[in-house]
């Protein structure tokens, strides 16, 4: 009896070489379809209803080689590209949007980060300057030096050298939340966009677009409210993370009967999942890259590969 899935996180899926990023780490829309019409070939895409049933039924047997497909931020990308063609495909995924994005209209922190990265010319060049800004915070903040961060900073990412690894780790956890905010502002305003509001909106789905993909069959699943390291917050933050992505949903019209949890950066600890659980949520999703097992994963930390991880 099979009861695995293959579950595929994706984010940015758009035409890159034409784009006005081309260098963004993102899925081209040509290699999506071929990887849409490979899973066809060798995959059966399942939807999250299947993976909800399994979880609350043991006897509950899956289809062979399921696969699901979720994705993260809630991109523009997301409706324009992906939308029309799982639909023509029949295939029903799963959308997590972070609501403060669409909300109000504000890029993402790890957006500003990633589009960054992919405007400046050298890593290794932008680097040094996120050095040259912590200096100048470091006696109000009493900040560690270049060395002692670079240091520290051990853990390489499997698709970032190593420059890239350290200006995300510094902008993302290892500085305190006021210096990575100013140098992630002052970095996004100087290579990418003064207009953070019109830049977002051509970045996120509407409401109206997030609810027209939830009538169409869609899942539309909570991705906190702000993007931020939920097992790096207070208990409290927890909450209010996981209570303002649920208003958004249900201001939606997205049902909160089956609900289901996408963990920024796959960021989660007990307090979060016990805060989920008593919340009715069903089914939560981390980064962890590897093949999900209903027999063996809790129904709140199912693992998921990465869309490179696929063949295209």
Known sequence: MSRKATIVMYHYVRDLEHSRFPAIKGLSLNRFRRQLDHIQEHFTPICIE??????????????????????DDGYIDHFENVFPLLDAKGIRACFFPSAQAVLEHKVLDVNKIQFVLAAAQSPCSLLEEVFS???????????QSKEAYSSAIVNQHRYDPREVTVIKRLLQRELPGPVRREIVQRL??????????AFASDLY???DQ?????RHGMHIGSHGFSHVWLNEISQGEQAMELDHSLDFMTNLGVTSRDWTMCYPYGGFDDSLLQMARERGCRAGFTVEPRIADLDLDDSLTLPRIDTNDLPS
Do not use: Q
Not at 210 to 214: M, Q, T
């Open 205 to 207: 789905m509407s409401e």
């Open 188 to 197: 996004f305003e100087r290579y990418v966009s003064i207009d953070e509001a």
């Open 133 to 143: 800004c912590i200096d100048e915070f470091r006696a109000e903040y009493r900040l």
């Open 50 to 71: 299947d993976i909800l049933e399994g979880l609350s039924d043991p006897a509950k047997e899956l289809p062979p080689s399921a696969i699901l497909l979720t994705f």
């Open 210 to 214: 997030i609810a027209c993909l939830y």
